[in-house]
């Protein structure tokens, strides 16, 4: 956390992506109801609330834009629900997570350097 206290972890979204984040919350926040209230659940609705309310919008050129704040610990909970949200029902997910536990027991993956 900043010493003032303020979210210091920004996005800054155009506003398709800002409707899919907070379309994914929506989405994500209602599966209490099919699989019992969980606490991914509860912190998707807490942070579509404070989305809809504390989001910034602006223009950028043409372009309508949205500036999200989050403290820390909110931007590491908003990427664990955007990460279970995508991977449900997905088998076809590399093992990315094998490909470094290779290469620091010294075993080349094929995870070329980005160019």
Known sequence: MSK???PNVGIFL???LFNTLVWVLTQ???TEKEVGVTMLSRESAALKFKIMKYARLYKSGNSDCAALYFFPK???VLTEI???FFS???KDIPDYYGQIEGRKKGVQ???P???
């Open 4 to 6: 003032d206290n303020k």
């Open 14 to 16: 155009n506003r398709r």
């Open 28 to 30: 994500f926040g209602g």
């Open 74 to 76: 909110e931007a590491a």
């Open 82 to 84: 955007l990460t279970s």
């Open 88 to 90: 449900l029902g997905r």
């Open 109 to 111: 993956g094929d995870f």
């Open 113 to 115: 350097p980005p160019q």
